[in-house]
């Protein structure tokens, strides 16, 4: 079993960065590709970026691309979601997950969920 916490969030400006972090409090993060997604409000889960067991292979959604950059770091357990340029439209609750199965942009494949952490940027 894993256990996941995102941390990181938090309410920014236009143009602004931030970074996530979502750290394994249970189990290791090492055996599963990882995922981040997001959640708006009345809106359904969208994956945003997915990352291979070693971190060598990465797939993101379009809206993100060159803007966000997923990074894992297996020995300290913590996978990590740089986000540049933020966007009013990037406002959302951020998961993280572990996929046993691999990388997958579908939220039912995943294994393991953490909490959730807010991002709200405002205009």
């Known amino acids: 079993q894993v256990q996941l916490i995102e941390s990181g969030g938090g309410l920014v400006q236009t143009g602004d960065s931030l970074r996530l972090s979502c750290t394994a409090s249970?189990?290791?993060?090492?055996?599963?590709?990882m995922g981040w997604f997001r959640q708006a409000p009345g809106k359904e889960r969208e994956f945003v970026v997915g990352?291979?067991?070693?971190?060598?292979?990465?797939n993101y959604v379009d809206s993100v691309k060159d803007r966000f950059t997923i990074s894992r770091d297996n020995p300290k357990n913590t996978v990590y979601l740089q986000m540049n340029s933020l966007k009013p439209e990037d406002t959302a609750v951020y998961y993280c997950?572990?996929?046993?199965?691999?990388?997958?942009?579908?939220?039912?494949?995943?294994?393991?969920w953490g909490q959730g952490t807010q991002v709200t940027v405002s205009s």
């Open positions: 997950a572990a996929n046993s199965r691999g990388r997958s942009w579908q939220p039912s494949s995943y294994d393991y």
């Open positions: 249970v189990g290791t993060i090492s055996n599963y590709a």
């Open positions: 990352i291979s067991w070693g971190g060598v292979t990465t």
